[in-house]
């Protein structure tokens, strides 16, 4: 079965740290990929979508290694509203079926 | 900015009742989408929809559930007969392609088997 794995977490950071999350994925035909922000008992919201170049977006970085299969997103400067839990995704070669990883929980703490 | 709208948020249901989940998608999109999300697991994909016909769908979807898009703007899910284990959170999405297009959330219907 194609999956997605994330770190499990949770993870508790300081306000003001950079966290590092990461994500891999077994089906070596998939095509694109995103980051997901979900907030307790919401929808799943568009962080960013993951583009082979790598690419930055303020505090966000994200990063995909399709050798490896890896993806990762960085957040640098941690806020309070950085508190969510992450997802990363990934659509099949017809990009219609996403996956979505177990997420990784992050608290920033004050 | 265009959401994707969702209703009821919360339904409850006895076992073995039909119910149906509403959704509006953002006008402009043309790829409709249901996932669940079981309370504390992970969100997955049910099926994805696209000119009147579904075009992907899981092993979750069996024939107990169906789709429609009853009119221009309306896009439902059905569950012909709940059962227990299908109390989860339902979500609707929609894009506007396939392939590197981002897929928009609905804020979910919450639905609870008893």
């Known amino acids: 079965r194609k999956e997605v794995e994330q770190d499990p977490g949770p993870f508790n950071v300081p306000e003001g740290a950079t966290v590092a999350f990461n994500c891999t994925y077994s089906?070596?035909?998939?095509?694109?990929f995103f980051w997901y922000r979900q907030d307790c008992r919401k929808e799943p919201k568009l962080l960013m979508s993951v583009y082979s170049s790598g690419n930055e977006d303020g505090r966000f970085t994200a990063q995909l290694n399709r050798a490896s299969q890896y993806i990762s997103l960085l957040i640098r400067d941690s806020k309070l509203s950085d508190s969510a839990t992450y997802l990363c995704v990934v659509a099949d070669n017809y990009g219609q079926n996403f996956v979505f990883g177990p997420g990784t929980r992050l608290s920033v703490l004050p | 900015e265009p959401e994707v709208t969702q209703t009821p948020s919360h339904q409850v249901t006895q076992m073995g009742q039909e119910v149906i989940l509403r959704c509006v998608p953002i006008s402009n999109h043309l790829y409709f989408y249901w996932y669940r999300q079981i309370l504390g697991q992970k969100v997955e994909f049910l099926v994805s929809?696209?000119?009147?016909?579904?075009?992907?769908k899981s092993e979750i979807f069996d024939d107990q559930f169906s789709v429609e898009r009853p009119d221009g703007s309306n896009f439902t899910l059905k569950i012909r007969s709940t059962k227990l284990e299908d109390s989860a959170m339902y979500f609707c999405?929609?894009?506007?392609?396939?392939?590197?297009?981002?897929?928009?959330f609905g804020p979910g219907t919450r639905l609870t088997v008893t």
């Open positions: 089906n070596s035909a998939s095509q694109s």
């Open positions: 999405a929609s894009s506007k392609g396939t392939g590197y297009y981002e897929q928009y």
């Open positions: 929809f696209y000119n009147n016909e579904i075009s992907e």
